[in-house]
């Protein structure tokens, strides 16, 4: 009975995770054309109707539908089940590191690692699509770390100014150096990064970003999708760094360190 229970609570919990992921490939589709996020039905991209409820359940619709719309046909993206079925591993992640509060649902560290992750994901869709990233994710992320001093205060102030030009700095000054090193974007994100997570994990936040992004990019040079000369995104590779050094940046830092010693 109490696995039952227990089973029930976890399958509650993905599915909210799922459902605010959800909303976060909204803002995925609308932010860039200009479109209101939170005015508006949900609808076709392909054909413009309007969706009913049923169309809209997190990970079910898609599946049920076979990825297609009830309408038109016209195939729907996977990107829209992938994001909400990480919306729903990330809320059980920061459950299961940070604890869950009062209802069994996240505490307030929880849901500052979960509103972070939640950032993550917009700036990654959105940048794969424009190579932009909106400074309001800079600022949102900034106000967490504000938060942070107070959540969690094993990283001081000072660390955290550290962090905030730890990568950050470095990456302007390449930028100055070589035209389309970074983007401004880039940038920023590393400094407001840096400001939430310490200068330990944000110096591993950056290189975990590099293996991921170089991976990629070797593939895509190997069959031939990219040239030597074609840029890419590489605020989503940022993105992936930052989501692991959130979990463990501090402990991979601490083992590195003391291989050194």
């Given amino acids: 009975m109490i696995a039952l229970i227990n089973g029930l609570l976890a399958l509650l919990r993905f599915a909210i995770g799922a459902c605010v992921f959800s909303f976060i490939n909204?803002?995925?589709?609308?932010?860039?054309?200009?479109?209101?996020?939170?005015r508006g039905r949900s609808h076709c991209p392909a054909c413009g109707r309007t969706l009913t409820?049923?169309?809209?359940?997190?990970?079910?619709?898609?599946?049920?539908?076979?990825g297609k719309c009830s309408g038109c046909g016209s195939r729907i993206s996977g990107r829209y089940l992938l994001g909400e079925c990480i919306g729903g591993l990330a809320f059980l992640g920061c459950g299961a590191w940070f604890g869950y509060?009062?209802?069994?649902?996240?505490?307030?560290?929880?849901?500052?690692?979960?509103?972070y992750l939640a950032i993550l994901m917009a700036v990654a869709g959105i940048d794969w699509?424009?190579?932009?990233i909106y400074d309001r994710f800079h600022i949102a992320i900034l106000l967490l770390?504000?938060?942070?001093?107070?959540?969690f205060p094993e990283h001081g102030f000072f660390d955290r100014l550290i962090g905030a030009g730890a990568v950050a700095l470095p990456m302007l000054g390449l930028a100055l150096c070589v035209e389309g090193a970074f983007g401004g974007g880039d940038i920023?994100?590393?400094?407001?990064s840096g400001f939430l997570l310490g200068w330990k994990a944000i110096v591993v936040a950056m290189f975990l970003g590099l293996v991921?992004?170089?991976?990629?990019?070797?593939?895509?040079?190997a069959r031939k999708r990219l040239s030597r000369k074609d840029r890419f995104?590489?605020?989503?590779?940022?993105?992936?760094?930052?989501a692991a050094a959130l979990f463990w940046g501090d402990a991979i830092a601490k083992w590195y360190l003391s291989i050194l010693q």
């Avoid at 409820?53 to 076979?66: D, G, M, N, T, W």
């Avoid at 509060?101 to 509103?115: I, K, N, Q, T």
């Avoid at 699509?129 to 932009?132: G, L, N, P, Q, Y």
């Fill in 212 to 221: 991921s992004g170089g991976t990629y990019c070797l593939w895509m040079l």
């Fill in 145 to 151: 770390g504000a938060a942070a001093l107070w959540l």
């Fill in 129 to 132: 699509d424009t190579r932009i």
């Fill in 101 to 115: 509060g009062e209802w069994g649902l996240l505490s307030l560290r929880g849901l500052l690692a979960f509103a």
């Fill in 188 to 192: 920023k994100l590393m400094a407001a």
């Fill in 53 to 66: 409820a049923r169309e809209l359940i997190p990970c079910v619709s898609f599946l049920i539908q076979k």
């Fill in 26 to 38: 909204v803002v995925i589709c609308r932010l860039p054309h200009g479109e209101s996020v939170v």
């Fill in 233 to 242: 995104a590489f605020g989503p590779f940022l993105a992936v760094g930052l």
